[in-house]
């Protein structure tokens, strides 16, 4: 995988499986989640973890470690612009400065889908102030190119509703968004098992990141390594090329040159 590294921002990533930090059972759950998943970057809701904020209580730093993950703060919960920017500017501040971030905003609490005004406008807001913005999305082509136009690092169409495990239910939007950016095009909610991050890979995403997926499975510490291989061989399958897909059968063994 070394030679096939996810580049966002000028950091290269061996993994290309991002990996959230809610809805575990406990800190210990969530150490073990993240060590089987293999992830490099791992997501943080500032709005929903402490991460310094609360010294009395526990740390989610003490298992997530900066010095062995990337953390990738997050503006979860935040239906306003005005919200996720002072979350991001409170995160770098949190974290020494650090100016990679997730963004987004919210505008509906039912489907939690994006506020896509709302979001350009703090997308615009956090890149003049020096972040590098990876931005939550809906899987519309043309407001994928805003947001690169902007300056985002990252543009991360959902592939259904957050926490859904619906899977990619617009599979050719996303081609679409791939086919247009020069930055990084990451699937970001409604993956629900395996084949969903296969195919996520397979059509040509440079990454996936998920949380409930695995966070809500009987087992998470299993689901983190299925969805660690599964991002590995669906990026394997993409690079190897599929074959066309055809109407009728074409013989393994062609019957052109038998002896009999």
Not at 77 to 98: N, Q, S
Not at 186 to 203: H, K, N, P, Q, R
């Amino acid at each position: 995988m070394s030679e096939d590294n996810l580049v966002v921002a000028g950091r290269s990533f061996e993994s290309r499986l991002l990996i959230g930090t809610g809805k575990y059972k406990d800190l210990e759950q969530t150490d073990a989640a993240i060590r089987a998943s293999g992830a490099e970057i791992v997501t943080v809701a500032i709005r929903r973890s402490n991460i310094g904020q609360k010294p009395d209580e526990p740390n989610l730093l003490d298992v997530v470690l900066p010095e062995r993950y990337t953390i990738l703060p997050n503006t979860a919960g935040c239906y306003t612009a005005k919200d996720a920017v002072r979350t991001c500017r409170l995160a770098r501040e949190l974290l020494d400065g650090h100016n990679l971030v997730k963004l987004e905003v919210l505008g509906d609490e039912r489907t939690l889908y994006p506020d896509i005004p709302a979001t350009l406008d703090a997308a615009a807001q956090l890149v003049a102030d020096g972040f590098d913005v990876m931005v939550y999305t809906s899987d519309d082509p043309i407001i994928a190119r805003r947001l690169e136009d902007i300056g985002c690092v990252a543009v991360m169409p959902l592939a259904a509703p957050i926490g859904s495990g619906l899977g990619i239910q617009n599979p050719y939007n996303i081609i679409t968004i791939i086919e247009n950016a020069s930055v990084p095009v990451l699937v970001d909610a409604g993956v629900g098992t395996a084949s969903d991050a296969s195919v996520a890979m397979e059509i040509g995403c440079d990454g996936v990141l998920m949380n409930t997926a695995i966070a809500g499975a009987r087992n998470p510490v299993l689901m983190a390594s299925a969805m660690r291989k599964a991002v590995e061989a669906g990026r394997e399958a993409y690079r190897a090329g599929r074959i066309a897909k055809k109407r009728f059968a074409s013989a393994s063994s062609p019957i052109e040159g038998t002896f009999f």
